[in-house]
């Protein structure tokens, strides 16, 4: 329920989705509780721990659940009215503070992909997570040389990032950026994330507007972090 709710206003759920979703809110008073409590939380973050409390919502609840007595209605329209506040009200939170954010919540840890170099591939992932950069991206390197298709060329570039080595990261972000052919291409939102942490604001405010507009990954946070920050 709760990876469903963050979904739901994080902007990942599809138009199908988002749909049920908010007649099942109108109907169950459970669901509006919690939906209410997050974005409650949500709020709290933004005169509190930005980067902190976030990571404590998604990973634990409250033992006690809230005992809230509304109808399922009222309880709607309080998330309603919470979630506009939320969105209205400014964010005193710099772009810079969002990629780090970002990054500390999403590109610590790579998933395992099953590929034909997967031993190879899994053992730089492996480093990766251990935070061996270093030993990481020499595996990388090579399997992304071997065949620039794979994952491996993005994540080295993640790699490169993390490492802080910034350009040698937008040469490869900025080639990701190109291929059409990628199925989720995040080269161009990577890619403002970089110019983020070299201080390049007005470049990477430009990259997260052509995310938005071109509807490329990366989009919702795009709209979120421009949204609030203006």
Do not use: C
Not at 52 to 68: D, M, S
């Amino acid at each position: 329920m709760y990876e469903t709710i963050d979904n739901y206003f994080e902007g990942r759920l599809s138009a199908t989705e988002r749909a049920a979703f908010e007649r099942k809110l109108e109907q169950d008073k459970a669901l509006a509780d919690e939906a209410a409590f997050y974005l409650s939380t949500k709020a709290a973050l933004k005169e509190q721990s930005f980067q902190k409390r976030h990571a404590e919502w998604t990973k634990a609840r409250p033992v006690q659940p809230l005992r809230w007595q509304w109808t399922s209605g009222v309880a709607a329209a309080m998330v309603l009215l919470i979630a506009v506040w939320y969105v209205v009200i400014p964010s005193n939170h710099t772009l810079q503070e969002y990629a780090e954010v970002y990054i500390e919540e999403n590109l610590m840890q790579l998933n395992t992909h099953l590929d034909t170099t997967a031993d190879s591939l899994q053992t730089a992932i492996d480093y990766y997570n251990h935070q061996k950069y270093r030993e990481a991206l020499s595996i990388f390197t090579r399997l992304a040389r071997a065949n620039p298709r794979i994952r491996a060329y993005e994540y080295e570039g993640l790699t490169q990032l993390q490492l802080k080595n910034y350009d040698a990261a937008l040469v490869i972000f900025e080639r990701m950026a190109a291929d059409t052919e990628l199925l989720e291409n995040r080269g161009k939102f990577y890619a403002a994330l970089t110019y983020l942490k070299k201080g390049n604001n007005s470049t990477a405010q430009r990259l997260l507007e052509e995310v938005i507009t071109q509807d490329l990954a990366g989009k919702s946070e795009a709209e979120r972090w421009l949204t609030t920050v203006r």
